[in-house]
């Protein structure tokens, strides 16, 4: 098992940046593949981004490529989400996920466990 907690969130204006951080404690973190995915009031759950358990492998939201960028570091146990020239609309609780073992993947019910969530709004 393995206990996730993000940190890093919070108000921002549109245009500027943020990084989220994902910790990870528990069973050995380069055994799984990680994710991001957010969830705004009303709105479905949405594929962020994903990366792999050596990362050398990321996967985005197509809306996304180019303003967001996944990284982790295995020594730190740690997973990142780098958030540039933020949009309004990216106002969003962000949660990042956990896969044991299997290659990452864009649909949320595929993780095994879960943070539980970090806020991110953006003003206009």
């Known amino acids: 098992q393995v206990q996730l907690v993000e940190s890093g969130g919070g108000v921002v204006q549109a245009g500027g940046s943020l990084r989220l951080s994902c910790a990870a404690s528990?069973?050995?973190?380069?055994?799984?593949?990680m994710g991001w995915f957010r969830q705004a009031p009303g709105k479905e759950r949405e594929f962020v981004a994903a990366?792999?358990?050596?990362?050398?492998?990321?996967h985005y939201a197509d809306s996304l490529k180019g303003r967001f960028t996944i990284s982790r570091d295995n020594a730190k146990n740690t997973v990142y989400l780098q958030m540039n020239s933020l949009k309004p609309e990216d106002t969003a609780g962000y949660y990042c996920?956990?896969?044991?073992?299997?290659?990452?993947?864009?649909?949320?019910?595929?993780?095994?466990?879960w943070g539980q969530g970090t806020q991110v709004t953006v003003s206009s």
């Open positions: 996920a956990a896969r044991f073992i299997l290659s990452y993947s864009s649909t949320w019910s595929e993780y095994d466990y």
């Open positions: 990366i792999s358990r050596n990362g050398l492998s990321t």
């Open positions: 528990g069973r050995t973190f380069s055994s799984y593949a």
